[in-house]
């Protein structure tokens, strides 16, 4: 015969508690109930594990065998009951997230200190990549959500939410004319060579650059292409032309460039960052982070 936690729990309170009436009240279950079920449990190891006696009821050798596994037993059930329970609340297990470069600006910092401080036992896997190599490995299940650059097209297997806007500014070298300049109209820079995002990978970057030039009233030069935030600023430290970039460059300044705010209205809040998850997905972590990512920030 099987031996069910039932009644193992029933065994243990019995011997702690020295009583099977004090055991059926702790228990909430019919005293005659609880002597059958331990009857049974007697049956299914094959020898007697209690004894009733004057002072109460006692264990036998073989319940003192029984009793160290039984208690481990107990134990190890409510360890993993609590952790499919916290794991199906969010409040345990592993988050694999992805990001792209410029998300380490302000937006990581920001958001998971406070995100690990709430949830200690979620550990973070951080895996950083462009915005369409994040979309393809959520795809392929890789990574539980991306932190990418929209704006995004629409996508009836995702989910996202906008958990940051930015400007887009310029970057110049520190010794163009326009270096030390307030803001200015985009126009200004049609003679320039532009480094610009790479279509390919970096497509709702490039599309909103392209579209900000187009409504200036020209189309980029384009002297180079790059992926990263980071190497658009390097190049353009290097001397290969302007670009583009998101504000929040700024706090990552170099004195080789400059940066420098635009009047163009189409500029101001062009860029967004945005979680993005499976729209059926069952890393309930995902949402607990989404929820950081949107709380309001306190002054």
């Given at each position: 015969m099987a031996i069910d936690l039932r009644q193992l729990r029933q065994f243990v309170t019995i011997?702690?508690?020295?009583?099977?009436?004090?055991?059926?009240?702790?228990?909430?279950?019919?005293?005659?109930?609880?002597?059958?079920?331990?009857?049974?449990?007697?049956?299914?190891?094959?020898?007697?594990?209690?004894?009733?006696?004057?002072?109460?009821?006692?264990?036998?050798?073989?319940?003192?065998?029984?009793?160290a596994d039984a208690r481990r037993a107990l134990f190890h059930t409510d360890q993993a009951r609590q952790a499919a329970r916290r794991v199906a609340l969010g409040e345990w297990g592993t988050l694999r997230l992805g990001f792209v470069g410029s998300a380490t600006y302000m937006l990581l910092p920001r958001c998971l200190p406070a995100f690990r401080a709430q949830y200690?036992?979620?550990?973070?896997?951080?895996?950083?990549?462009?915005t369409v190599g994040l979309v393809a490995m959520l795809r392929a299940n890789e990574i539980d959500a991306g932190l990418v650059r929209g704006p995004l097209a629409e996508d009836s297997e995702l989910d996202s939410w906008v958990?940051?806007?930015?400007?887009?500014?310029?970057?110049?070298?520190?010794?163009?004319?326009?270096?030390?300049?307030?803001?200015i109209a985009l126009e200004r820079m049609r003679s320039e060579g532009f480094v610009l995002y790479s279509p390919a990978k970096v497509p709702g970057l490039n599309g909103v650059t392209l579209a900000?030039?187009?409504?200036?009233?020209?189309?980029p030069r384009i002297s180079q292409e790059a992926i990263q935030v980071q190497t658009l600023v390097s190049l353009v430290a290097?001397?290969?032309?302007?670009?583009?970039?998101?504000?929040?460059?700024?706090?990552?300044?170099?004195?080789h460039v400059a940066f420098v705010s635009l009047t163009d209205p189409d500029a101001q809040g062009a860029l967004s960052l945005s979680l993005v998850t499976h729209r059926d997905t069952s890393c309930a972590s995902v949402l607990r982070l989404r929820d950081s990512m949107l709380a309001p920030v306190e002054a």
């Open positions: 011997a702690e508690l020295g009583s099977y009436r004090r055991a059926a009240d702790a228990l909430h279950i019919a005293q005659p109930a609880l002597s059958v079920s331990i009857q049974k449990l007697e049956h299914a190891v094959g020898v007697p594990l209690l004894v009733r006696g004057a002072k109460g009821v006692t264990t036998t050798p073989a319940g003192d065998a029984l009793m200690p036992d979620v550990q973070l896997d951080l895996r950083e990549d462009s958990v940051e806007r930015d400007d887009l500014i310029l970057a110049v070298p520190a010794a163009h004319p326009l270096a030390a300049n307030g803001p900000l030039c187009h409504k200036a009233g020209f189309s290097s001397g290969l032309g302007v670009a583009l970039v998101p504000g929040v460059t700024r706090a990552y300044s170099t004195p």
